[in-house]
């Protein structure tokens, strides 16, 4: 069975500095591999998704992830931090083909400070 | 276009109830899949809907029940609830079960089980 890591659950960076979060995923091929972001009393928003090819991956609000598949490692990152990115934020995979079927990591909270 | 729209979006059970949620999808979305979040376990996969019928589900007891009707909305059920029950119970839908369609979550039901 498939399952996520995301090994840091609170990260606190000042605002305009960069930001890194970390997810290592356990599957034995490639998943689909997905980046979600939860404001509070919020659903969940898709920040970006990879399912194939170009292993950088962009998505909204500035935000870019890396897969890496010898680390089994799908990282977000972001150069620059503003105060509305404090949130928490999901890791998630899926099996190849049942992109419904998300498994989640335990999720970051970001904080930032001005 | 409306979002997701879940109801209620709080409600109080006690043990030994049972409980019914509701999902509306985002017009033209057919396929509706469930989601269970605690601060302990995380966010769950319970089931995915496409056509009125259980495509996915997960690793859940029978207590835990759904259905899709001809419309898509999607009803959640959880008989005899018990305290783990307490959850954020959130919907997410997309157009069709494909490998690549964004999944659109709801801002979820909060249910507490006293």
């Known amino acids: 069975a498939q399952s996520v890591t995301q090994p840091d659950i609170h990260i606190t960076v000042s605002e305009g500095a960069s930001l890194e979060l970390r997810c290592n995923y356990s599957?034995?091929?490639?998943?689909?591999l997905f980046w979600y972001v939860q404001s509070p009393g919020q659903g969940l928003q898709l920040l970006l998704k990879?399912?194939?090819?170009?292993?950088l991956v962009q998505g909204i609000k500035g935000f870019e992830a890396e897969f890496k598949r010898s680390q089994s490692s799908f990282n977000l990152r972001k150069p620059s931090v503003h105060w509305s990115d404090a949130a928490e934020y999901f890791c998630?995979?899926?099996?190849?083909?049942?992109?419904?079927?998300?498994?989640f990591g335990t999720g970051t909270r970001l904080q930032v400070t001005l | 276009k409306a979002g997701v729209t879940q109801t209620p979006r709080y409600l109080i059970k006690t043990r030994g109830q049972q409980v019914t949620l509701s999902c509306s999808p985002i017009?033209?979305?057919?396929?509706v899949s469930w989601y269970q979040q605690t601060p302990g376990q995380g966010l769950q996969f319970l089931f995915e809907?496409?056509?009125?019928?259980?495509?996915n589900k997960g690793n859940f007891p029978g207590r835990f029940s759904g259905r899709q009707f001809s419309n898509s909305r999607s009803e959640m059920n959880v008989s005899t609830l018990e305290l783990g029950d307490s959850a954020l119970y959130l919907c997410?839908?997309?157009?069709?079960?494909?490998?690549?369609?964004?999944?659109?979550f709801g801002e979820g039901s909060r249910l507490t089980v006293l």
């Open positions: 990879y399912f194939s090819g170009d292993t």
């Open positions: 017009s033209g979305h057919r396929s």
């Open positions: 599957y034995g091929a490639t998943p689909y």
């Open positions: 998630a995979v899926a099996p190849t083909g049942t992109a419904s079927k998300l498994t």
């Open positions: 809907y496409f056509s009125e019928t259980q495509r």
């Open positions: 997410a839908t997309r157009d069709r079960p494909s490998n690549t369609g964004e999944l659109f």
